[in-house]
């Protein structure tokens, strides 16, 4: 019990707080050859929590960075959330049908590497609105890993278990629910743990070039145009950390949805 | 209008009741069946012209060395597999794929690893028997896993048992359904001998409970296993392209006891008779 306990928090959180100290160090470090045009730790704290003040103040002229940070969120939310409702199915389509995995896999191929910047003025001339490109540009953006992981989930159904839904006569509605999906279910998971990581990346990148409320305009308009380094590090550390709990929330669930045979 | 009348005279209607008695249709007919598969080193036979008919009731064994197409054969009847050649009827239909009017235990369990004991038994027993009430279906289920005795570990997924347990599992989920065929490839192959023993008495049972009205084909390694089982021993030649070596009688008498059996002539006839088919062959390899 002891060493479960020693094993599974105190060993895990030593490492982290000693990885944490090497990041600080080497910011302190640059801070200092820099002859601090880069903001020491101990400025940054301080503007830190100058920002954290009002968080969640929400006035014409001034929102505070929960504010911000929410409104990033949801836009992400909208945009992953309607790129997963339609790259889920369509997988589960792709991946159960070698015909229209064919016919779907190169658009597929050719539309992901393209830069998810690239379709955000396109966004833009479609809905004629900022806020909306940046959706838009979202969902185009985690459409692809959740659509091949998914795909590839279902395609990699073993023939055992097929040969379980033929042998008890399984309907169609049966073998979706009680063998496709969770089978492909960690698969899935994978995708969207993709795609909410990308997502959340170009969210910063978008909000920059749409402005508005968020953490991309906050970056840019507060950070930069205001003449404040610290605020860019502000942002990059809530961004990071945000990041990170959104990553963490899909590893859980993928621990969830993984079964021993 | 006129009315058709049409005469049935009372041998027609004996005749027609009587027919299936006195000449019953073989559940299962294997007739002249090839199975070749494409390979990259081209087409590999597994099987070659085979044919077996297996009567009603019948419990039948198929035995040889690994790789022979035991499991071939088997996939044809259960319509697993395609035969490339020939054609398998069972229960007087052409076989073109897998039907619940034959349960199959797999050889490596098959249970689906996200549901519980109980859901795959459940599950496959929704799915093959349509006309039973859902409460009927739970108790089917019940039935079954207590058969096998695992209703105290309903809960738990079939990662957490052992592999026996998950054999029985798959042996309870075929006899669920209430098939009047039964395919079973080398079901107690990865039982402990107690555990064996237990399990062929208990086949037996269920298959005297149901008035020895349902096929078994299965498939084995064990000679004894055979015997204690079946009605005739189906002994395969080694692959590719394997045939029916011989099929042995099993004329002992039913109900057979386990513990006297060994020490029965006639058991030991057939059991000599059964290694020496087996192992002659083992002889011409080796040398």
Same mark, same amino acid.
């Given at each position: 019990?002891?060493?479960?306990?020693?094993?599974?928090?105190?060993?895990?959180?030593?490492?982290?707080?000693?990885?944490?100290?090497?990041?600080?160090?080497?910011?302190?470090?640059?801070?200092?050859?820099?002859?601090?045009?880069? &903001?020491?730790?101990?400025?940054?704290?301080?503007?830190?929590?100058?920002?954290?003040?009002? &968080?969640?103040?929400?006035?014409?002229?001034?929102?505070?960075?929960?504010?911000?940070?929410?409104?990033?969120?949801?836009?992400?939310?909208?945009?992953?959330?309607?790129?997963?409702?339609?790259? @889920?199915?369509?997988? /589960?389509?792709?991946?159960?049908?070698?015909?229209?995995?064919?016919?779907?896999?190169?658009?597929?191929?050719?539309?992901? &590497?393209?830069?998810?910047?690239?379709?955000?003025?396109?966004?833009?001339?479609?809905?004629?609105?900022?806020?909306?490109?940046?959706?838009?540009?979202?969902?185009?953006?985690?459409?692809?890993? !959740?659509?091949?992981?998914?795909?590839?989930?279902?395609?990699?159904? &073993?023939?055992?278990?097929?040969?379980?839904?033929?042998?008890?006569? /399984?309907? !169609?509605?049966?073998?979706?629910?009680?063998?496709?999906?969770?089978?492909?279910?960690?698969?899935?998971?994978?995708?969207?743990?993709?795609?909410?990581?990308?997502?959340?990346?170009? @969210?910063?990148?978008?909000?920059?070039?749409?402005?508005?409320?968020?953490?991309?305009? /906050?970056?840019?308009?507060?950070?930069?145009?205001?003449?404040?380094?610290?605020?860019?590090?502000?942002?990059?550390?809530?961004?990071?950390?945000?990041?990170?709990?959104?990553?963490?929330?899909?590893?859980?669930?993928?621990?969830?949805?993984?079964?021993?045979? | 209008?006129?009315?058709?009348?049409?005469?049935? $005279?009372?041998?027609?209607?004996?005749?027609?009741?009587?027919?299936?008695?006195? *000449?019953?249709?073989?559940?299962?007919e294997v007739d002249n069946v090839t199975v070749s598969f494409k390979t990259?080193k081209g087409f590999y036979t597994a099987v070659k012209d085979i044919s077996l008919t297996?009567?009603?009731?019948?419990?039948?064994?198929l035995i040889g060395h690994?790789g022979c197409g035991k499991s071939t054969l088997m996939g044809t009847i259960?319509? %697993?597999v395609k035969p490339t050649q020939g054609a398998v009827?069972?229960?007087?239909?052409?076989?073109?794929?897998?039907?619940?009017?034959?349960?199959?235990?797999?050889?490596?369990?098959?249970?689906?690893?996200?549901?519980?004991?109980?859901?795959?038994?459940?599950?496959?027993?929704?799915?093959?028997?349509?006309?039973?009430?859902?409460?009927?279906?739970?108790?089917?289920?019940?039935?079954?896993?207590? %058969?096998?005795?695992?209703?105290?570990?309903?809960?738990?997924?079939?990662? *957490?048992?052992?592999?026996? %347990?998950?054999?029985?599992?798959?042996?309870?989920?075929?006899?669920?359904?209430?098939?009047?065929?039964?395919?079973?490839?080398?079901?107690?192959?990865?039982?402990?001998?107690?555990?064996?023993?237990?399990?062929?008495?208990?086949?037996?049972?269920?298959?005297?409970?149901?008035?020895?009205?349902? $096929?078994?084909?299965?498939v084995? *390694?064990?000679?004894?296993?055979?015997?204690?089982?079946?009605?005739?021993?189906v002994v395969m030649n080694n692959g590719p392209a394997a045939t029916i070596k011989e099929i042995?009688?099993?004329?002992?008498?039913?109900?057979?006891?386990?513990?006297?059996?060994?020490?029965?002539?006639?058991?030991?006839?057939?059991?000599?008779?059964?290694?020496?088919?087996?192992?002659?062959k083992?002889?011409?390899?080796?040398?």
């Amino acid at each position: 019990m002891k060493d479960i306990t020693l094993n599974k928090i105190i060993w895990p959180t030593v490492y982290f707080i000693t990885g944490m100290a090497i990041l600080g160090g080497l910011w302190h470090l640059v801070s200092l050859l820099t002859g601090n045009q880069v &903001p020491s730790p101990i400025a940054t704290w301080n503007v830190f929590k100058e920002v954290l003040q009002n &968080p969640w103040q929400n006035d014409p002229d001034y929102k505070g960075i929960g504010t911000k940070l929410l409104s990033s969120l949801g836009r992400v939310g909208i945009g992953f959330g309607l790129g997963s409702l339609v790259a @889920i199915p369509l997988g /589960f389509v792709m991946g159960s049908n070698k015909i229209l995995m064919n016919i779907f896999n190169p658009m597929v191929q050719i539309l992901r &590497p393209v830069s998810p910047l690239a379709w955000f003025p396109l966004g833009l001339a479609i809905f004629q609105n900022s806020p909306e490109a940046s959706i838009f540009m979202i969902f185009i953006c985690s459409l692809w890993p !959740t659509l091949i992981n998914t795909s590839f989930g279902v395609a990699s159904i &073993p023939q055992d278990h097929k040969n379980v839904g033929k042998a008890f006569g /399984f309907s !169609t509605w049966k073998y979706i629910t009680k063998i496709m999906v969770p089978f492909s279910m960690p698969h899935i998971i994978t995708g969207l743990r993709l795609s909410i990581g990308v997502a959340w990346m170009v @969210i910063v990148a978008g909000e920059m070039l749409s402005g508005g409320i968020g953490l991309g305009y /906050f970056v840019w308009e507060e950070g930069f145009n205001g003449g404040s380094i610290e605020k860019i590090l502000v942002a990059i550390i809530i961004i990071g950390v945000v990041g990170l709990l959104l990553d963490k929330i899909f590893t859980v669930l993928q621990k969830r949805f993984t079964y021993a045979i | 209008m006129s009315t058709t009348t049409i005469n049935i $005279t009372s041998e027609q209607i004996a005749d027609a009741i009587l027919e299936p008695v006195l *000449h019953p249709k073989p559940a299962i007919e294997v007739d002249n069946v090839t199975v070749s598969f494409k390979t990259s080193k081209g087409f590999y036979t597994a099987v070659k012209d085979i044919s077996l008919t297996v009567k009603k009731g019948e419990i039948v064994a198929l035995i040889g060395h690994s790789g022979c197409g035991k499991s071939t054969l088997m996939g044809t009847i259960s319509g %697993m597999v395609k035969p490339t050649q020939g054609a398998v009827t069972a229960n007087a239909e052409t076989v073109t794929g897998p039907g619940p009017d034959r349960g199959i235990v797999f050889q490596n369990y098959s249970l689906l690893p996200w549901l519980t004991v109980y859901r795959n038994i459940y599950e496959a027993v929704d799915s093959a028997i349509k006309n039973k009430s859902a409460a009927e279906k739970r108790e089917l289920v019940e039935a079954n896993l207590k %058969m096998v005795k695992l209703w105290e570990h309903k809960d738990k997924l079939p990662g *957490h048992l052992s592999g026996g %347990m998950k054999q029985r599992v798959a042996i309870a989920r075929a006899f669920a359904i209430n098939p009047s065929i039964l395919l079973l490839d080398e079901p107690f192959g990865a039982l402990d001998a107690l555990t064996k023993s237990n399990m062929h008495v208990e086949l037996l049972k269920l298959w005297n409970l149901d008035n020895r009205n349902k $096929t078994i084909v299965m498939v084995t *390694h064990d000679i004894e296993e055979a015997i204690f089982l079946s009605d005739r021993v189906v002994v395969m030649n080694n692959g590719p392209a394997a045939t029916i070596k011989e099929i042995v009688e099993v004329t002992l008498p039913r109900p057979r006891n386990k513990k006297d059996i060994v020490h029965d002539e006639q058991y030991m006839k057939i059991h000599d008779k059964l290694l020496n088919l087996l192992i002659d062959k083992f002889s011409i390899d080796d040398i």
